[in-house]
């Protein structure tokens, strides 16, 4: 069995996996040293785990990690992934995209791929049918661009998100559940129409914290996976044994 961790910015996602087959999912906070070693005593016999954190790692977890398993890989812009890497600062690159992008084709190979990841950020990325990533648009996500309009500005207030919400506000805080979201949605169906001009059968797929919250609401036709960056990990931990 496989262990697959997510750290990202605000939760840490963590997956088991067997035989390419997701076992059980985990959403955390803040997952602790502790609270790892505890949910590993529920999973004994798994030999095998993959890292990939937006940040910087405590070293415990990172010890416990490298000690506990008989293949431990933490991703990084130089570890081997089983689709090409067409971004021209790799470096620079935010592990979760390219985790996603390589679940995304993994899940649909020989397919044009959209994956918009809507969580902190919103990011957009391309896919070709032949498994090279070329890149994409990262923009703000929903509650940055709600906490960046009162925290920017001296008057406007923090206004969260709502299951309804008008074309046109005619209150202040209507006008800006109306300005982020008809934003956001467009900004999404946008991006989808513009690249069918050049991808008529591209499959878009939508994931991240707020992939709930905007499936419903896009005109165009989307899959929605929440875990389709734990499912990339898992295929680049599997690509990297059978390289052994």
Do not use: C
């Given at each position: 069995m496989?262990?697959?961790?997510?750290?990202?910015?605000?939760?840490?996602?963590?997956?088991?996996?067997?035989k390419?087959?997701?076992?059980?999912?985990?959403?955390?906070?803040?997952?602790?040293?502790?609270?790892?070693i505890?949910l590993?005593?529920?999973?004994?016999?798994?030999?095998?785990?993959?890292?990939?954190?937006?940040?910087?790692?405590?070293?415990?977890?990172?010890?416990?990690?490298?000690?506990?398993?008989?293949?431990?890989?933490?991703?990084?812009?130089?570890?081997?992934?089983?689709?090409?890497?067409?971004y021209?600062?790799?470096?620079?690159?935010?592990?979760?995209?390219?985790?996603?992008?390589?679940?995304?084709?993994?899940?649909?190979?020989?397919?044009?791929?959209?994956?918009?990841?809507?969580?902190?950020?919103?990011?957009?990325?391309?896919?070709?049918?032949?498994?090279?990533?070329?890149?994409?648009?990262?923009?703000?996500?929903?509650?940055?661009?709600?906490?960046?309009?009162?925290?920017?500005?001296?008057?406007?207030?923090?206004?969260?998100?709502?299951?309804?919400?008008?074309?046109?506000?005619?209150?202040?805080?209507?006008?800006?559940?109306?300005?982020?979201?008809?934003?956001?949605?467009?900004?999404?169906?946008?991006?989808?129409?513009?690249?069918?001009?050049?991808?008529?059968?591209?499959?878009?797929?939508?994931?991240?914290?707020?992939?709930?919250?905007?499936?419903?609401?896009?005109?165009?036709?989307?899959?929605?996976?929440?875990?389709?960056?734990?499912?990339?990990?898992?295929?680049?931990?599997?690509?990297?044994?059978?390289?052994?």
């Amino acid at each position: 069995m496989n262990l697959v961790l997510d750290i990202g910015n605000s939760r840490t996602k963590v997956a088991i996996f067997s035989k390419g087959e997701m076992l059980s999912y985990f959403v955390f906070n803040d997952l602790s040293l502790n609270g790892l070693i505890e949910l590993m005593e529920e999973f004994p016999g798994t030999e095998r785990a993959i890292l990939s954190a937006v940040a910087s790692v405590h070293s415990p977890l990172l010890d416990y990690l490298k000690n506990s398993f008989q293949t431990f890989l933490e991703l990084k812009p130089q570890t081997p992934i089983p689709i090409i890497n067409g971004y021209r600062t790799p470096e620079t690159l935010g592990l979760d995209r390219l985790a996603a992008a390589v679940g995304a084709h993994t899940l649909f190979p020989n397919k044009d791929l959209l994956v918009i990841d809507a969580g902190t950020a919103v990011t957009f990325d391309l896919i070709e049918r032949n498994g090279v990533f070329l890149g994409g648009n990262i923009s703000p996500g929903l509650r940055s661009r709600f906490r960046s309009l009162h925290e920017f500005t001296q008057y406007l207030p923090l206004v969260e998100e709502a299951d309804h919400w008008p074309l046109i506000g005619q209150t202040t805080e209507e006008a800006i559940r109306a300005g982020v979201l008809n934003g956001m949605v467009l900004e999404m169906d946008g991006m989808i129409d513009l690249l069918k001009k050049k991808y008529p059968e591209i499959q878009p797929v939508l994931t991240g914290g707020d992939a709930g919250f905007f499936e419903r609401r896009l005109k165009n036709h989307i899959f929605a996976k929440f875990e389709i960056t734990l499912i990339g990990l898992n295929r680049i931990l599997e690509y990297n044994v059978e390289k052994l």
